[in-house]
């Protein structure tokens, strides 16, 4: 396991109870969310129709308390929710479902090739890893030809500007091209969270170099109906700059 993953398996152990209360509202218990704008998978389709999901086999990956693949589930799939985390997974059984839970770091996947059909994950995973290019190749592992993995991440634009909801968040403070990894540290100098910037650019060479097509970039727009703020995510931010990036990626 790598510094980033032992770090940040700590870090979400500690604290999912606390994400749980604060944005567990918003997530529902139930609903497919591709980020903070809300931008919801019974809209987007970005997966397919609703109707053409039933029956397939999905891995949701950074799953916290697998609030996609209740959803999934409610559609006739057979989802599986990956988490790094134990205690985000503990809040998948708090809620319940039907499905099964897999405690495991998304670049060593435990399942055997070409396993799913489809493969998601909202700000799962991706935005954590010292290496994307090895997990996007393990998803596609797992994924039958013609199978679709759909990703979320923080739109690297934000990496430039403040994480900041308010006006303070509006001026570029950073390189946007500065790819040096936001790190939290213990008293002893320990990484205990780690989150790695990627550009547009570095996302979709990654998508290429593990062997997927790109068939679609979605930066969601925030919504007049949306007026709660998630960290540097806030309607005044939203209606200037994008906050998320959705990679949409077929096996062929």
Request: proline content about 7%; overall charge negative.
């Amino acid at each position: 396991m790598t510094e980033s993953s032992r770090a940040n398996r700590g870090w979400w152990d500690r604290n999912a109870d606390e994400y749980q209360i604060e944005h567990g509202t918003f997530l529902g218990d139930d609903r497919f969310v591709w980020g903070p704008e809300g931008l919801d998978e019974i809209e987007a389709e970005l997966l397919g129709p609703p109707e053409e999901l039933k029956g397939k086999h999905v891995l949701e990956i950074g799953a916290g308390a697998a609030q996609c693949s209740r959803w999934l589930a409610a559609q006739g799939a057979r989802p599986v929710a990956l988490d790094l985390s134990h205690r985000q997974l503990q809040h998948a059984l708090r809620i319940g479902g039907s499905f099964p839970l897999v405690c495991a770091d998304a670049g060593e996947l435990p399942f055997a090739d070409a396993s799913f059909d489809l493969a998601c994950s909202a700000y799962g995973a991706l935005p954590f890893v010292a290496d994307p290019v090895q997990v996007l190749r393990e998803v596609r592992r797992v994924l039958r030809p013609g199978g679709r993995f759909v990703f979320s991440a923080t739109h690297p634009i934000r990496w430039a500007f403040p994480d900041e909801p308010g006006p303070e968040g509006l001026s570029v403070s950073g390189s946007y091209f500065d790819r040096t990894p936001y790190v939290e540290q213990d008293d002893e100098g320990r990484a205990i969270y780690v989150e790695h910037h990627r550009t547009i650019g570095d996302r979709v060479r990654d998508v290429v170099a593990a062997g997927f097509r790109l068939v679609d970039l979605v930066e969601p727009e925030w919504p007049v109906w949306n007026t709660s703020e998630w960290g540097g995510w806030s309607p005044l931010r939203g209606s200037l700059i994008p906050g998320t990036a959705i990679f949409v990626c077929a096996r062929d």
